[in-house]
C-alpha cells in the first residue's frame, strides 16, 4: 500500500499561480502512475493530471496548457503547478497512485489515495 499526502493549497486570485506536491511512502510497485484528481462540492471526482513512471503526462482539456504535472522519483515526490487559475479551479485536490499498466485519469482505477488540499480561486 502507498501512503500520500499532499500539501501546497490555498486561496489565490483569478490569473494567480499555486503549486502543490504529494510525498510519497509505502510500496514502490504501487506508484507506477500517479495522478491529481479534484472535486468540488456537489460535484463528481475528476481527473486533472497523470504522469507514468516512464515520465509521459496526460492532462484533462479544461487544464491543459495551464497545469503542469511533474515528479522526482528519487524524492518520491509529484507535483502540480497551476497557473492562469479560474475560479472553476476552486476544489479539493487529491494526490493518487496506481500500480499495475496503464495511466489514465480514471479514478476508479487509483488505489492509493491522499487526504486532499484545497485550492480556492476568487
Known amino acids: 500500500h502507498v501512503q500520500l499526502v499532499e500539501s501546497g493549497g490555498g486561496s489565490v486570485q483569478a490569473g494567480g499561480s499555486l503549486g502543490l506536491s504529494c510525498v510519497a511512502s509505502?510500496?514502490?510497485?504501487?506508484?507506477?502512475?500517479m495522478g491529481w484528481f479534484r472535486q468540488a462540492p456537489g460535484k463528481e471526482r475528476e481527473g486533472v493530471a497523470c504522469i507514468g513512471r516512464d515520465g509521459i503526462t496526460m492532462y484533462s482539456d479544461s487544464v491543459k496548457g495551464r497545469l503542469i504535472i511533474s515528479q522526482d522519483n528519487a524524492k518520491k515526490m509529484m507535483y502540480l503547478q497551476m497557473n492562469s487559475l479560474k475560479p472553476e479551479d476552486t476544489a479539493m485536490y487529491y494526490c493518487?497512485?496506481?500500480?499495475?499498466?496503464?495511466?489514465?485519469?480514471?479514478?476508479?482505477?487509483?488505489?492509493?489515495w491522499g487526504q486532499g488540499t484545497q485550492v480556492t480561486v476568487s
Open positions: 509505502g510500496y514502490t510497485y504501487g506508484r507506477a502512475c
Open positions: 493518487a497512485a496506481k500500480g499495475g499498466v496503464g495511466c489514465r485519469l480514471k479514478p476508479t482505477e487509483f488505489a492509493s
